[in-house]
């Protein structure tokens, strides 16, 4: 009777564990609500490497804040963005951030028209996909030094990498010994804006492949429609490490932004 008891008692501990991880599959964190979080525009961009990154990391591990490093390239232009809290501005002055409106134009209400703005993206010219995390979290993420900077977009093509970034506290700082390595877990979304339903679908293929030839990354099995990924594009939502580990060091997100 006993082991009858246990067998069944074990059972539901394991079905338990396993409705629980299903539910946890898709959760996510967004930006703390106590925080003023505003969208900057990295003037001084050829500023930004690693130890700035590894100094955002520090400035944010105390409040658990998040922040999100974007590149935006249209044509042959590029601009570096960073979303995170406001007093970083002051906090990084050798960057010269300045403010700006959020890129994401808000999609329509049902039944409502909207007027296009060839500065925004807009859902219904844009397709969206997630990057699952790197196969091996301890062995260094290669970059190569060309990444995104050999493609050739015509002027009504954009596109977006955004690397929503949580600091994560390393076993030296727990001890108190310092020495941080700037590690985040990341979450990584792209996205691409084409007028042309066919140049779209061709332009996401060829960004996909650009990605998977120069850092290796995939495109995560499981993917959300491009609606639910444009929203939460614009919430800079991240996925917890608890749910799906993605860690990056600072080095290894310069190296995928610059």
């Known amino acids: 009777m006993i082991l009858f008891w246990l067998v069944g008692l074990t059972i539901v501990i394991a079905l338990s564990f396993y409705l629980a991880s299903r539910s946890m599959k898709d959760f996510k964190e967004t930006p703390k609500k106590d925080i003023n979080f505003t969208l900057f525009y990295v003037k001084n961009a050829f500023k930004l490497d690693s130890n700035i990154i590894n100094k955002i990391h520090n400035l944010l591990l105390p409040s658990g804040a998040i922040c999100s490093f974007e590149k935006l390239i249209k044509g042959q ?113 792209c996205m691409i804006v084409d007028p042309d339903p066919v140049k779209k679908v061709e332009l996401a293929k060829r960004m996909d492949q650009e990605i998977f030839n120069s850092t290796g990354l995939n495109k995560e099995a499981r993917q959300e429609t491009t609606q639910q990924i444009f929203q939460d594009y614009g919430k800079r939502a991240f996925i917890p490490k608890e749910v799906s580990k993605f860690i990056l060091n600072s080095e290894e997100i310069y190296n995928l932004i610059r």
């Open 77 to 189: 232009e590029a601009a570096l963005i960073i979303y995170g809290p406001a007093q970083i501005k002051a906090q990084l002055p050798e960057l010269e951030l300045v403010e700006l409106e959020d890129y994401l134009a808000t999609p329509p209400k049902e039944g409502e028209s909207q007027i296009p703005d060839p500065k925004k993206f807009e859902l219904n010219k844009s397709f969206a996909w997630t990057l699952s995390s790197k196969n091996n979290d301890k062995k260094k993420l290669e970059v190569k030094s060309d990444f995104l900077k050999l493609l050739e977009l015509n002027d009504d093509q954009k596109f977006c990498w955004q690397i929503v970034c949580h600091p994560v506290k390393t076993k030296k700082e727990d001890s108190g010994s310092g020495g941080a390595d700037g590690n985040f877990q990341v979450t990584i979304r």
